[in-house]
């Protein structure tokens, strides 16, 4: 049970970073479009990416012992860094979404623009494959991990996507995107120092 809380809060404490997947699974979650597919198809890939970083990370690791501090360190730097950037762009402010500037979409580009921002994406290996991959490969019971890692994937995604709704009125003000960039960036800080530490 201990291993698949670590797995489930550490997941969702990387995921719940606001970048340009949870942005478009926003912006479809309050025009009510094609929500299910979306999250359907953000949810899968992510949990294909934490096995493959469970199972493949701790074969990397069996070969080459000292990767596992080699990936923290980068693990620590780009969660460093990625903090920096929202407390840049909450110093700035992003503005709010207008979520009525298109028209209704189609599926299929949908659910392509949804598989491209998260297979494309490069952070998305070093968060799921790397990052979680590593610590992964410390804990007793990988499967417990890889199990409360994927669970809350689909817990996450299926939450944002159909819970967006309920958030229309509030990030279609630039304050609150100020506030959650804020927020983000204190958890990354938060992260990197546990990652650290231990």
Known sequence: MSAM???FSLSMSLIIGIGAQNAF???QGMRREHVLPVV???AFSDAILLIAGVVGFGVLVAKIPWIVDLVRYVGVGFLVLYGAMKFH???KGTGGMDIAEKAPTLLLPTVLTAIALTWLNPHV????VMLLGAVAAQSDNKVAFA???VMSSFVFFFSFGYGARLL???FVKPVSWRYLDFGVGVLMLLIAAKLWFH
């Open 25 to 27: 699974i926003l912006r």
């Open 89 to 91: 762009a909450a110093w």
């Open 147 to 149: 199990t409360g890692a």
């Open 40 to 42: 359907l198809v953000c």
């Open 125 to 128: 290996y070093l968060e799921t």
């Open 5 to 7: 809380l670590t797995g």
């Open 168 to 170: 229309t009125p509030l």
